[in-house]
């Protein structure tokens, strides 16, 4: 045999007994449409395209078209060039209703390709033009007209249908005294397996099937890092746009391209050149050299939709960035929300320069801001490689809604099509006249306020507090207290020694009204040698009434407009909470203008002084979990178990204080929100917090969710192991900020260095393990990415029983066989606050002395 066949022979051997998949550079590169009816409508003669492709005359194609009895359509041409595409030089005009009718010899999928171009004619101003189209089936557009402009452009629009008969109608309803044109219509088959049944939900997580109930529009097909792609040049007649214009920071990124017969794609058919031709996967957009500390940003691109439509998302890819496996992780984020975590190219496909895609489905409520959001960024752990994210190609399909409709809530039924006129009309209306009714109830209000300020007693400023004179014009306080005490206060109504009943008290039941006096003679008429804590509210002082109970008085700065708020917000939020973890209110003052909330006193005061900054002697790990447990399951409360969930959105080791048996409980509610509702993923909020320990995405995007609370306790928790502060000026750069400072250490193995060295030694080293975890999961940089508060609480009991269990005398080798198996409970511990159901740990106010230490 010659040598060069002998070669051939044994090349051929290996790769069939070779394990790995195998890989071809033009897999089913070609596709033979069974329909393929492309219609040059108007022109008096085929026109042939640059890609080969044929377009029939309108002689050629009359056979397609019906139109109703003694109505004549008309034609128009021009003979200059209007566009690249000779397409646009001809049109057919529609002054009533017509319809092209085709044969389909293999239902499935097919192309619906239509050219408008208003062409000038003697008798139609076909810029005016106002008309619907619609198929057998979909609403493609309703009421459409070309855009307004001096000088018109060519408008393509390309859907995708599911034809399941074996005819097919498209039909073109010019509105009351109106026309309808077109000027050329692709109807082809496209392969059947081009769009699956399923993809990749992302609102919420999940699968999503049925996708061939669905018709689609393309909206945006890109070739990401590359150029233009013409129709020529795919397969499938596709033109392919560069993505520079939609890079929100094209700085961030760069370009990357190879020879295009290096990309593969594998022979099990589930990617093919009919999904992407091979220049979409041989250029990608990769990260930029970053010039900042920290090189994990994300590369962004973002795309105008109509935030009334889901829409399908396909992402191709293709690792030709990488010289070895397993070296590229990374995330895709759409609209915000996790795509896909730690995506893992080489390990999808088995090698390198691979074709590969995804789909993901957008719903209507993450594009309410009228955009699609498409992020790529490195994956965050020890073995996530080199820094770095690609992107290949981008496709954005809106999809058909529950009217059948891809233009508004308008269905097929010509009968019931709604102008959208009329629509818009009606809604304006309704504002209006809402508009209204709010102006007129404003007016009154005022009017209202005025009125009863204009009527004060001479002497209000002492005998009233400052919300006692805003109570309604037509109910004396007297009786308005009778209505609602005893519905509303569980202690009745306590009236003061002025005569007042207090306003608060008996509509929000938030315990005892205290009279300024009593307060006064408590504290030792305010004296500074009782102050125990200082906040941005006002001074906290320790107060003993004449039973020998201690107080915890947190008097709030009348000058303050922050203290104002606080205050309210205090109030409400305390008002409907009650759990063993969270701070009890016992009652108010707001006599004489001011604005005090008493609480119980906490023996051990705040979390941090028993940590560093003070001579209080070091508590043991032990007493630290336990600490982190009670705070995290009061905060497991907070987001789960109210009617209405609540961000605390100040969680710090001041604000967990300890009682006199260091059982810890949350405190300070100034800066609180209600969570958002079910239908939301956020609540838009000015950022507040403190440094150090805000959540980086609500900074950045100004969006308040549960897991900024989550974040703010993954440093409480580290702030705990390491004993020093969120934040620390003093130190070196790198060092300054904890949260970044732990993750470093942590990342290299070396988180024991750090740990507060009064309980170095005394750590189990699994307890330890799961403890970190725990903490660092909070610290993730998405949100979405973060364990809820009921995870976190199951870490942390674990990592206690793990500590318990090690020091235990006399245990076997293999001790976690005599632990909880609390995996088995992690379930119900999500929806009972962990370890104690929420109603175990909830309960009327105690009266246990407590402290509440100001911000």
């Not at 303050?560 to 701070?583: A, D, P, Y």
């Not at 620390?728 to 250490?745: F, G």
């Not at 929806?831 to 911000?855: H, K, M, W, Y």
Request: glycine letters at 6%.
């Amino acid at each position: 045999m010659p040598p060069k066949l002998s070669f051939l022979f044994l090349i051929l051997l290996l790769s069939f007994f070779s394990p790995t998949p195998t890989f071809s550079a033009s897999s089913s590169s070609s596709f033979s449409p069974p329909d393929n009816y492309l219609l040059d409508c108007g022109s008096p003669k085929p026109t042939v395209l640059p890609d080969g492709r044929t377009f029939r005359s309108d002689p050629q194609s009359s056979s397609f078209l019906s139109t109703p009895e003694n109505v004549q359509t008309s034609t128009t041409n021009i003979s200059t060039n209007i566009s690249s595409s000779s397409l646009y030089l001809n049109a057919r005009i529609f002054p009533d209703q017509s319809t092209y009718s085709f044969f389909i010899s293999q239902p499935g999928r097919h192309w619906l390709r239509l050219y408008f171009y208003p062409l000038p004619h003697p008798l139609y101003n076909l810029t005016a033009a106002v008309f619907s189209v619609a198929t057998d089936s979909t609403v493609l557009l309703h009421d459409f007209t070309p855009p307004n402009s001096v000088v018109p452009s060519p408008i393509y629009k390309e859907y995708l249908i599911n034809i399941t008969s074996d005819r097919f109608s498209l039909t073109f309803i010019p509105l009351k005294n109106s026309f309808a044109f077109i000027n050329a219509i692709e109807l082809v088959s496209a392969p059947s397996s081009l769009i699956p049944d399923s993809a990749t939900a992302v609102s919420p997580a999940g699968d999503f099937s049925g996708l061939s109930q669905y018709a689609f529009e393309i909206s945006y097909r890109l070739n990401v890092g590359g150029q233009e792609i013409i129709s020529k040049n795919d397969p499938l007649s596709r033109t392919w746009l560069p993505d520079v214009n939609f890079l929100k920071i094209a700085s961030a990124a760069q370009n990357k391209s190879v020879s295009p017969r290096i990309v593969k794609y594998p022979d099990d058919g589930g990617v093919t050149p009919l999904f992407a031709p091979n220049s979409v996967y041989s250029s990608a957009v990769e990260m930029a050299e970053s010039d900042t500390v920290d090189p994990n940003f994300n590369i962004t691109w973002e795309l105008t939709v109509d935030p009334s439509f889901s829409y399908l998302v396909r992402l191709h890819f293709c690792d030709i960035i990488s010289k070895s496996l397993n070296n590229l992780y990374f995330n895709v984020y759409l609209n915000g929300l996790m795509g896909v975590s730690s995506l893992d190219l080489s390990t999808l496909t088995s090698g390198l320069a691979v074709a590969y895609y995804r789909d993901f489905v957008v719903n209507a409520s993450t594009a309410s801001n009228g955009m699609v959001r498409v992020q790529v960024g490195p994956a965050s752990g020890d073995n996530s490689g080199t820094p770095n994210a690609i992107l290949n190609g981008l496709e954005v399909m809106k999809m058909s809604n529950s009217a059948g409709s891809l233009d508004g809530l308008f269905s097929v039924d010509g009968s019931t099509i709604v102008s959208r006129s009329q629509t818009s009309a009606t809604k304006r209306r309704i504002i209006a006249v809402i508009g209204l009714v709010m102006g007129i109830g404003a007016m009154l209000m005022l009017a209202t306020v005025f009125i009863r300020w204009q009527k004060r007693p001479q002497d209000w400023e002492k005998r009233n507090s400052f919300s006692s004179w805003l109570l309604p014009l037509h109910v004396s306080q007297s009786s308005f207290m009778s209505k609602v005490g005893s519905h509303h206060h569980p202690f009745g109504s306590h009236r003061s020694k002025s005569g007042y009943s207090g306003f608060f008290s008996s509509t929000l039941g938030i315990g005892r009204f205290f009279t300024f006096a009593e307060l006064q003679d408590a504290t030792r008429n305010f004296d500074e040698k009782a102050v125990i804590g200082i906040g941005g509210f006002g001074k906290v002082y320790l107060g003993e009434l004449t039973d020998g109970t201690k107080l915890a008085v947190k008097r709030g700065n009348p000058q303050s407009e922050q203290g104002i708020t606080e205050f309210q917000t205090e109030i409400q939020m305390l008002s409907k909470l009650r759990h063993r973890h969270l701070v009890s209110l016992m009652g108010y003052c707001d006599e004489q203008s001011e604005m005090i909330l008493v609480y119980e006193y906490m023996a051990n005061g705040p979390l941090r002084d028993h940590l560093y900054g003070s001579n209080l002697p070091p508590i043991s790990w032990k007493q630290r979990l336990e600490i982190c447990i009670g705070a995290a399951r009061g905060l497991h409360y907070l987001h789960t178990g109210a009617a209405q969930g609540i961000i605390h959105r100040d969680v710090k080791t001041t604000n967990i204080l300890l009682d006199e048996n260091f059982v810890a409980k949350v405190a300070d509610f100034g800066l609180s929100k209600a969570a958002p509702s079910i239908e939301q993923t956020h609540v838009s909020t000015a950022v507040k917090g403190s440094f150090g320990y805000l959540d980086p995405e609500y900074f950045r995007r100004q969006q308040l969710t549960e897991k900024s609370d989550v974040y703010s306790f993954g440093v409480v928790l580290f702030e705990v192991l390491c004993a020093r502060p969120a934040i620390n000026p003093a130190l070196p750069r790198e060092q300054v900020n904890l949260a970044e400072w732990a993750m470093q250490w942590h990342r290299k193995g070396l988180l024991d260095k750090i740990i507060d060295p009064h309980i170095v030694g005394s750590i189990s080293p699994m307890s330890l393990k799961k403890y970190v975890e725990a903490a660092k999961n909070c610290l993730a940089d998405y949100g979405v990415d973060r364990p809820s508060m009921g995870d976190v609480l199951w870490n942390l009991e674990y990592a206690l029983q793990l500590q318990e269990a090690s020091l235990q005398p006399n245990l076997p080798e293999d001790s976690s066989s005599k632990l909880i198996n609390l995996e088995a409970l992690q379930d119900k511990g999500a929806s009972s606050g962990g370890g104690a159901t929420i109603d175990e740990d909830c309960g009327t106010a105690s009266v246990t002395p407590l402290f509440n230490q100001g911000r």
